[in-house]
């Protein structure tokens, strides 16, 4: 019941900031419903695999409704944008998803085929205990019905993986060996960055695009209205011996392509990486 949950937020240890912001996140909080609450805690993969009590539903659910407060200062604006999000992860049955990596599972055949290929996988961490999720297109073969559930199983992984306190991940993508002929339909491209900017609200810390060759320019001046200036904002042009991913990642946690000197270069075993808790990364 609404007083109840109210009486919840008034308890549970809030982010320090203005107390407008409180406010603000209490009023998100009253508005969600019971099951609501439970959808959004569950994108904590946390809460999702302990099946935790009410107490703990009530800190996760806060924890996103904080991000999407973080982006949007007009509570109402939030509020629709967190419920629209629900409803997206409804949709694509999320759950289902998350389950592919089971042998039994429906979609199981599906997210093997593309992970074979070797383009997405978790794997390293950056000094401050993020994930990195590496997507390496010139590895695609094809982009079929399942491209973007393949990329969003990955963002869920990688941030089930975070160690950060916030959960945020980063995104390095390695442009090597890429030409125009790989390039995603403008439709798809744009359905991914839809997805990126309006569902993983506060999610990414930093994007880096290693090694980006000239033909990979021309998608993105296409792409590029479509995802969000706060998206944009987090997305470095770089290549393998630049300072940028030197300093946010040690060699023992970023791979040779990634910094000098990296020392994460285990070839992926996909059979293996299907194997390990969804929260751990692969060769941790």
Known sequence: ???????????????????????????????????????????????????????????????????????????????????ETLEFRNSINMEALLNARYPDSEHHTKLYKILNTKQLYVSGYDTAGRSTYIFVPRKVESHGEWTLQAHIWTLE?????????????????????????????????????????????????????????????????????FAGRATRDKIQFVNSTSRELAELCSPAEAASWMVPNGQKNKPLDVDEYLQLPFDVAFDE
């Open 1 to 83: 019941p609404a007083p109840l949950l109210f009486f919840m937020c008034m308890t549970t240890p809030l982010s320090s900031g203005p107390r407008l912001d409180e406010q603000n996140l209490r009023y998100i909080m009253t508005h969600l419903s019971h099951d609501e609450l439970e959808q959004a805690a569950r994108t904590n993969y946390a809460y999702m695999n302990q099946q935790q009590d009410k107490e703990e539903r009530i800190s996760g659910a806060m924890r996103m409704a904080q991000r999407y407060l973080n982006s949007k200062k007009d509570p109402d604006v939030a509020l629709r944008n967190l419920k």
């Open 157 to 225: 992984k990688a941030i089930a993986c975070s160690k950060h306190d916030n959960g945020t991940v980063n995104a390095v993508i390695d442009f090597t060996g890429f030409s125009y002929s790989q390039a995603p339909p403008l439709s798809l491209g744009r359905e991914i960055m839809t997805t990126l900017r309006q569902h993983y609200v506060g999610s990414i810390h930093k994007i880096f695009l290693v090694n980006a060759p000239s033909a990979f320019y021309c998608l993105w001046n296409m792409l590029k209205p």
